[in-house]
């Protein structure tokens, strides 16, 4: 069976890998419109999230963050801890970028933490290393 979710998802990375963000902007936004319309907020967390670091990658970093904060919602909504840490070591990130180093430190702190509790080791020491910097960004 043909999943269109999976294939807009695999083309928009092809997109991205290439350097072609606003075509794959584009197909991540129609899978955002199935998701809403299937109800899978699974799924659409996963989508605002890959938009958002697309966003990133722009500078538009208030963009990024605000759809970080809705898939954050999501996840916490669904008690997704895997989505849940992801989002928020990119919204730390994102803090990073801005200034706002106390804030990206406190949802990193977060995010290692939901990572570690559930035993997603891989992705614990992921975000190990962006925790450690900033930690010491925060504190000089």
Aim: hydrophobic share 40%.
């Amino acid at each position: 069976m043909f999943n269109l979710e999976a294939s807009l998802v695999n083309q928009a990375g092809i997109l991205y890998q290439r350097g072609q963000l606003d075509e794959a902007i584009v197909l991540l936004k129609e899978k955002e419109q199935i998701c809403h319309q299937l109800g899978n907020m699974d799924g659409l967390s996963t989508t605002l999230g890959n938009q958002a670091l697309i966003l990133k990658d722009r500078g538009k970093l208030d963009e990024a963050t605000a759809l970080l904060k809705e898939a954050e919602q999501i996840s916490r909504q669904l008690s997704n801890p895997n989505m849940l840490a992801i989002s928020l070591i990119n919204q730390a990130l994102c803090c990073k970028e801005m200034g706002s180093l106390q804030e990206g430190f406190t949802r990193a702190k977060e995010a290692h933490r939901l990572a570690t509790q559930h035993g997603y080791a891989s992705l614990a020491s992921q975000i190990a290393p962006i925790l450690d910097s900033l930690r010491h960004a925060a504190q000089e």
